[in-house]
């Protein structure tokens, strides 16, 4: 029988982090067309979601989730982290998400509790 820290179990996986931001995003906008009125709601909802998912896999971890909506317009988006932390059991991710209308930017930053 596997121990609950193993190696393994309790490292970050990046993979598994970007495919649960996904869903959470699809989840909480779908295919709904930018709104200005409903970006607090959407970015809130999508932060929500992502943590509840994220703790829900029982990992030893902190975890930040940021998030950005942005309409389509032609304008220019530029994002960057940086993070200073133990790279064997730390991590971080981002995803970028469209449709038609908008961009959506999540980042998840998870901190493993020592």
């Not at 909506?69 to 994002?79: E, I």
Request: glycine share 8%.
């Amino acid at each position: 029988m596997e121990e609950y820290n193993s190696g393994s179990e309790s490292s970050f996986h990046s993979e598994e982090a970007d495919s649960i931001v996904k869903e959470c995003i699809e989840g909480v906008v779908g295919n709904d067309d930018y709104s200005q009125s409903s970006v607090n709601k959407w970015t809130a909802g999508i932060v929500e979601r992502c943590l509840t998912q994220l703790v829900k896999q029982g990992k030893p971890y902190k975890y930040i989730v940021t998030c950005a909506v942005m309409q389509k317009t032609g304008a220019g988006l530029h994002t960057a982290n940086s993070c200073y932390w133990d790279t064997t059991m730390d991590g971080s991710s981002t995803v970028r998400w469209e449709n038609r209308t908008m961009y959506c930017v999540v980042s998840v930053f998870a901190v493993a509790i020592a």
